[in-house]
């Protein structure tokens, strides 16, 4: 189901929680702030929010607009986070959540007759957003908005090369696989835009290849957004129309307004730090810049000795190790490969059609 008709009152209610949640949190550094020249900085805000027995519960918070370039895979060693897009950072964080409760047998989660790992009540999870997804979900919103409404005319012979469609290229082209926006002149990432990996998270579920592991599919209920901030017909083609395979439903709730300091405006500028609240985390919140902790980027290379992020695939399947067999693995890139996760991801690819894969970031498990 794709409308944008569902219970608005729960719509609001996820975006009032999340926002005084947001507001409450002790990180000045996370937060967007004013530029020594009188810049004021914004950003998008995400949360996944657990809606048990009709309360409303954030798991994680993040903030974020930026994506690593493509060439940082060739030195990043599964210590650099790419995607820092408030979305992606947030499902990426609630993988972490997962991680999180299997390892401290927290209060949420129990084992089944499998061994596998399942939440112990009845939930449904939302995901809050500031703004529209990038990418097909938001086309419409954009060509009608002030900001940003001017198709790039411009590619570099590398992006026609590969036949990749950059974020703000082609508003002529509809339904199709969208890499992030950036600048029209940024170096390229092959990163996809929010809106597509939503898409597949909808077929394969919000785990990833860690997660799968402990968890059977856990899907997104609901995406909650600004009823101002988005054409039904953009989700209906996106999350629906362009698929001819099954996958899961996913409902839009709405709400009309919030109390968020840092949306998007006239003469801002995008803020270069993302911030990540994960509710079972020590500590809770943590702040990264160039997909490392705020302070270990290096260029060019890993970040420095304990400078990368909790959320890294690195960090992610290391701690995660105690609860997984792994021997049979010399590689990270074996271990995902290895998943039957991998054909449904790839089936669901191949439906989106012009998906150009981003490079390999391996490294020894």
Not at 111 to 132: N, V, Y
Not at 274 to 291: A, F, K, R, W
Not at 306 to 311: P, Y
């Amino acid at each position: 189901m794709i409308s944008g008709s569902g219970d608005d009152h729960l719509g609001q209610r996820i975006a009032d929680v999340v926002v005084d949640k947001f507001l409450k949190l002790n990180s000045k550094a996370g937060k967007p702030s004013v530029r020594s020249n009188g810049v004021k900085e914004w950003t998008v805000l995400a949360s996944m929010v657990m809606i048990k027995d009709n309360e409303v519960i954030p798991l994680c918070l993040t903030t974020g607009v930026k994506s690593l370039p493509e060439k940082v895979r060739t030195y990043s060693q599964g210590l650099m986070v790419h995607d820092m897009h408030a979305e992606i950072l947030c499902i990426r964080s609630f993988n972490r959540f997962l991680i999180e409760e299997c390892l401290k047998d927290g209060e949420m989660v129990v084992r089944t007759d499998t061994q596998k790992f399942k939440f112990k009540d009845d939930i449904k999870l939302a995901l809050f957003i500031s703004e529209p997804p990038c990418g097909d979900a938001s086309m419409n919103y954009l060509i009608s908005s002030k900001q940003d409404n001017t198709p790039w005319k411009d590619e570099t012979p590398e992006t026609k090369r590969r036949k990749v469609i950059r974020g703000r290229s082609h508003f002529d082209k509809l339904g199709i696989v969208r890499t992030k926006p950036g600048r029209s002149d940024s170096v390229e990432t092959l990163s996809k835009s929010c809106s597509d990996k939503l898409c597949i998270k909808q077929s394969t579920g919000l785990n990833n290849s860690v997660t799968s592991e402990l968890f059977d599919p856990i899907f997104l209920d609901y995406l909650v957004l600004r009823s101002d901030k988005f054409h039904r017909d953009d989700l209906a083609r996106c999350f629906k129309d362009r698929f001819a395979i099954s996958i899961h439903d996913l409902e839009i709730l709405t709400y009309e307004e919030d109390n968020y300091p840092f949306h998007k405006a006239e003469g801002t500028v995008p803020s270069p730090n993302s911030l990540v609240y994960i509710d079972n985390c020590e500590p809770t919140i943590h702040v990264l810049n160039n997909g490392v902790k705020i302070g270990s980027y290096v260029k060019n290379k890993p970040p420095k000795k304990g400078g990368e992020s909790i959320l890294c695939n690195h960090r992610m399947i290391q701690d995660a190790s105690k609860l997984l067999d792994l021997q049979t693995y010399t590689t990270y890139i074996e271990f995902k490969n290895s998943q039957e996760r991998r054909k449904v991801i790839e089936k669901a690819k191949n439906h989106l059609e012009n998906w150009v894969c981003t490079g390999i970031d391996d490294f020894s498990i």
